[in-house]
């Protein structure tokens, strides 16, 4: 099983939707977690952290599932801008500082 | 704001030459890191160092390659003999050591010829 399985897409949706991307991972035991933004050829951009109570930034929400080991992504009112890839990110156990990324999910907004 | 910065942006080397990728984390981190994405592939941990030495790499940092902080500022990545499959864009980023997140530079691309 992958450490971090994400839907490769792409999503290729209108300007204005709604979407989510969700994303699973393996190790019961990680600690922390992050949505990370890539463009073509370009660094991963932090995005936002996920926090077991969900967290919102915006036009952005993240939440995470422990028990499921599941965490997501929902984008409202998609801009054209937002066309990236999206990094679903976990970081391991306690004293491990190490990032395990998943292969990303491809999103195309549309005008 | 402060950012990750590397050098160079793209780096050509002959198989088996040795290649320095440089970085300058950000100013008031303590953590410093190297990842890797070949072309098409996720991104992938290399190493981790913290206070002058290594506390965690993962299987793909072997013998050829090396870290080090020379001076206040910089911190590089060695790639003694390279080879074809180390090419790469290679990232560097840093942490405060208080926080988990970790903020990238925007990469050198390695190619190996």
């Known amino acids: 099983r992958k450490e971090v399985e994400q839907d490769p897409g792409p999503f290729n949706v209108p300007e204005g939707a709604t979407v989510a991307f969700n994303c699973t991972y393996s190790?019961?035991?990680?600690?922390?977690f992050f949505w990370y933004r890539q463009d073509c050829r370009k660094e991963p951009k932090l995005l936002m952290s996920?926090?077991?109570s969900g967290n919102e930034d915006g036009r952005f929400t993240a939440q995470l599932n422990r028990a499921s080991q599941y965490i997501s992504l929902l984008i409202r009112d998609s801009k054209l801008s937002d066309s990236a890839t999206y990094l679903c990110?976990?970081?391991?156990?306690?004293?491990?500082?190490?990032?395990?990324f998943g292969s990303g999910t491809r999103l195309q907004v549309q005008p | 704001e402060p950012e990750v910065t590397q050098t160079p942006s793209h780096q050509v080397t002959q198989m088996g030459q040795e290649v320095i990728l440089r970085c300058v984390p950000i100013?008031?981190?303590?953590?410093f890191y190297w990842y890797r994405q070949i072309l098409g592939q996720k991104v992938e941990f290399l190493v981790s160092?913290?206070?002058?030495?290594?506390?965690?790499k993962s299987e793909i940092f072997d013998d050829q390659f090396s870290v080090e902080r020379p001076d206040g500022s910089n911190f590089t990545l060695k790639i003694r003999s390279t080879k074809l499959e180390d090419s790469a864009m290679y990232f560097c980023?840093?942490?405060?050591?208080?926080?988990?997140?970790?903020?990238f530079g925007p990469g050198t691309r390695l190619t190996v010829t």
């Open positions: 190790n019961s035991a990680s600690q922390s």
């Open positions: 990110v976990v970081k391991g156990d306690t004293g491990r500082r190490a990032l395990t």
């Open positions: 980023a840093s942490s405060d050591g208080v926080a988990d997140e970790q903020y």
């Open positions: 160092f913290y206070n002058n030495e290594i506390s965690e």
């Open positions: 100013s008031n981190h303590l953590y």
């Open positions: 996920v926090y077991s």
